[in-house]
């Protein structure tokens, strides 16, 4: 089983830029918070599919957040589980834009270029959740 944390791919200008602010409101590639209604986010089994599926053919730097759940909470921003498709398993989205304390976000992890793929930096240490929660 894993912790009580999720995680989400950004681009590092979109990283940077947001900590300014206090709050990050991209919801996933291209696409603003306020655009989509809620912000993505991928447990550690699903992350790599994010990096191929969504990121594959980006050239500028990603990170990868790693975000409290609980601490979610407790800044009023629901985290709730939901398939993209009925077939399709389901999967973290924030429903508010991230607060980018250090309560919240945890750490945040330079993602590796290896040639034409991402690969995933090294999650062991930090709680972050294997799959969906089996209450979902």
Same mark, same amino acid.
């Given at each position: ?7 989400? !791919?950004?681009?590092?200008? +979109?990283? *940077? /830029?947001?900590?300014?602010? %206090?709050?990050?409101? =991209? ?35 990603? !990170?990868?957040?790693?975000? +409290?759940? *609980? /601490?979610?909470?407790?800044? %009023?921003?629901?985290? =709730? ?20 304390d250090d309560c919240t976000i945890v750490a945040v992890l330079q993602v590796p270029r290896d040639g034409d793929h991402w690969g995933v ?16």
């Amino acid at each position: 089983m894993g912790g009580s944390r999720v995680l989400h !791919v950004a681009f590092s200008d +979109d990283w *940077e /830029a947001c900590q300014r602010f %206090g709050e990050y409101d =991209v919801a996933t590639r291209n696409t603003l918070y306020e655009t989509l209604g809620y912000i993505h986010a991928t447990t550690r089994q699903g992350v790599a599919d994010v990096l191929a599926d969504v990121y594959r053919d980006a050239s500028e730097p990603l !990170v990868l957040a790693v975000i +409290d759940e *609980e /601490a979610l909470a407790d800044n %009023g921003v629901p985290l =709730v589980w939901e398939a993209t498709a009925p077939d399709q398993p389901v999967t973290p989205r924030i429903m508010g834009p991230l607060p980018m304390d250090d309560c919240t976000i945890v750490a945040v992890l330079q993602v590796p270029r290896d040639g034409d793929h991402w690969g995933v930096p090294e999650l062991s240490d930090l709680q972050v959740r294997d799959h969906a929660p089996s209450s979902s």
